[in-house]
């Protein structure tokens, strides 16, 4: 089993920036890969953010140029860097890893006031 902890969320200002971290613990054999999915109310789960262990990340269009993944190895650690945060970014932002099998976290809520 994975255990996924996910922190930074929070209320920021149109305009402003967050970063948003997940560590993952527990019984870890190989990532694959990591990411970040949101959900707005009344919306489909959307993948934000992706990256391979091998570093190759893919972004929503909507982000792109504003959202940022990192993933330090060592850690078992994805970072999202969003800068530029509009009031549709506003969402529960979900962690995954791609393990031997799927894995989530719990969410974490990003407000983005007009």
């Known amino acids: 089993q994975v255990q996924l902890v996910e922190s930074g969320g929070g209320l920021v200002q149109t305009g402003g920036s967050l970063r948003l971290s997940c560590a993952a613990s527990?019984?870890?054999?190989?990532?694959?890969?990591m990411g970040w999915y949101r959900q707005a109310p009344g919306k489909q789960r959307e993948l934000v953010a992706g990256?391979?262990?091998?570093?190759?990340?893919n972004y929503a269009d909507s982000v792109k140029g504003r959202f940022t993944i990192s993933w330090d190895n060592a850690k078992n650690t994805v970072y999202l860097q969003m800068n530029s945060l509009k009031p549709e970014d506003a969402a529960v932002y979900y962690c995954f890893c791609s393990e031997r099998e799927d894995y989530w976290g719990q969410g974490t809520q990003v407000t983005v006031s007009s």
């Open positions: 527990g019984s870890i054999f190989s990532i694959y890969a």
């Open positions: 990256i391979t262990g091998g570093g190759s990340a």
